[in-house]
């Protein structure tokens, strides 16, 4: 069916409010990862709700060219909240140049570290600690004598990799280069060698990925 004035109009009305949202989102994050002596990259954009604590000073780190976006209009996957970027004790977060995700939650006791033209899908959980003790004595204590009995692992993951919508990576995974998560899929402790294909829950790798070279037009 041929497309009408009006959904030109609405295109214009829509592309309208991406860019206004673009802009607000971007000033605000910006100003809070600065205020928190966090640092970003030249190129770095967001979208819609977005919300950075760091623990400490240079405990967030995001390269060049990092989108994060929250906006329902720059993403409609089906985001179902903000960005969420948040470390504890020592943790840290590292994000490289050229990767970006949608309405993801990121939050790191140890360290979470992100490569370079990584794509995050719709509401990718990435979490490198139990929120609480897995024992039931402990978890009956304040938080912070908790705290001691909270388990946490170093969470690497390489370059181009792609992690689908509502996957979540758990404590102690490592991820090679170039690998796929299929969406919803749960990985936790493991190393996964590049260009790994990992899917279910709980993850298994089923194959490899096809390489594909993609020419330039």
């Excluded at 004035?5 to 860019?19: M, Q």
């Excluded at 993403?75 to 970006?100: A, F, K, Y």
């Excluded at 102690?172 to 590049?194: H, M, Q, S, W």
Aim: hydrophobic share 40%.
């Amino acid at each position: 069916m041929k497309r009408t004035w009006r959904n030109f109009a609405y295109t214009i009305w829509d592309l309208t409010w991406i860019y206004w949202d673009r802009f607000i989102s971007t000033a605000c994050s910006c100003l809070s990862l600065s205020i928190q002596g966090c640092s970003y990259g030249k190129g770095f954009m967001t979208t819609g709700a977005c919300s950075f604590k760091g623990r400490t000073e240079k405990s967030i780190l995001l390269g060049k060219d990092v989108s994060l976006l929250a906006g329902w209009r720059s993403n409609r996957v089906g985001l179902s909240g903000r960005v969420l970027l948040q470390t504890l004790g020592n943790g840290r977060i590292e994000i490289g140049d050229g990767s970006g995700g949608s309405a993801v939650t990121l939050s790191s006791r140890s360290r979470i570290s992100i490569g370079r033209n990584v794509c995050m899908g719709g509401n990718v959980r990435i979490l490198d600690h139990d929120y609480h003790a897995l024992d039931h004595l402990a978890r009956r204590l304040a938080m912070e004598e908790q705290e001691q009995s909270i388990r946490t692992e170093p969470i690497v993951i390489g370059d181009d990799v792609f992690i689908g919508t509502n996957a979540i990576i758990l404590k102690g995974v490592t991820l090679g280069d170039r690998c796929i998560v299929a969406a919803g899929a749960v990985v936790f402790r493991g190393e996964y060698p590049n260009d790994s294909m990992i899917v279910g829950n709980p993850a298994k790798v089923i194959g490899k990925k096809r390489n594909e070279t993609v020419r330039a037009s």
